[in-house]
């Protein structure tokens, strides 16, 4: 069976298919970063595709055993991102499926994970970028606590300090917002 390594050193050689096994490997988890962070998963889609393309084309930089081959990915992610948030324009739009969805008259269920929804996006977006860059790799990407510092270019314990006090303001606002009803922001 053969190993990260061995299809990083066939892509690195000029086997564009050993990529292949590695974009198996890894794509889920960065689609579900990448949407985590947009909450579009279009945009998602977009920004995964471009990440891969930057690795591919990037492969012959990567040091095996210098940084995780994940945590060098990531880090592509995470720049994509940043690059796409640069240019985007600063308004904020429904995506057209969740307002077909509530005009449609979903069944309670659906709708309750909209809310539910909504109301994580909305707790995530009142924590600090770290926090949210964090939160978004250790969970949805899946990242281990190596790999999420390594992507961020921080300690291990700088990222265990931010994702616990993440939590904890996610906690606090979540509990907030329930009190107070709706959250919604202009």
Not at 26 to 39: G, I, P
Not at 99 to 117: E, H, K, Y
Request: net charge positive; hydrophobic share 45%.
């Amino acid at each position: 069976m053969e190993s990260e390594t061995t299809w990083i050193e066939q892509t690195q050689r000029g086997n564009p298919s050993a990529f292949g096994r590695l974009y198996e490997m890894y794509a889920e988890r960065v689609y579900r970063y990448l949407v985590f962070r947009t909450q579009d998963a279009h945009v998602a889609e977009d920004l995964s595709a471009e990440t891969f393309i930057k690795a591919f084309q990037n492969i012959r930089r990567y040091r095996i055993g210098r940084a995780p081959f994940g945590a060098w990915l990531f880090r592509i992610a995470h720049n994509v991102l940043i690059d796409h948030w640069r240019a985007a324009t600063r308004r904020q739009t429904v995506a057209w499926e969740d307002m077909a969805l509530v005009a449609n008259g979903a069944a309670a269920r659906d709708i309750a994970q909209v809310f539910t929804r909504a109301e994580l996006a909305w707790g995530v977006a009142q924590l600090t970028d770290l926090q949210q860059q964090v939160i978004a790799l250790r969970f949805s990407g899946e990242c281990s606590i190596a790999e999420t510092a390594q992507a961020l270019g921080r300690s291990e314990e700088a990222i265990k300090d931010a994702q616990h006090k993440a939590l904890a303001a996610l906690r606090k606002h979540l509990a907030v917002g329930n009190l107070h009803g709706s959250k919604q922001t202009e």
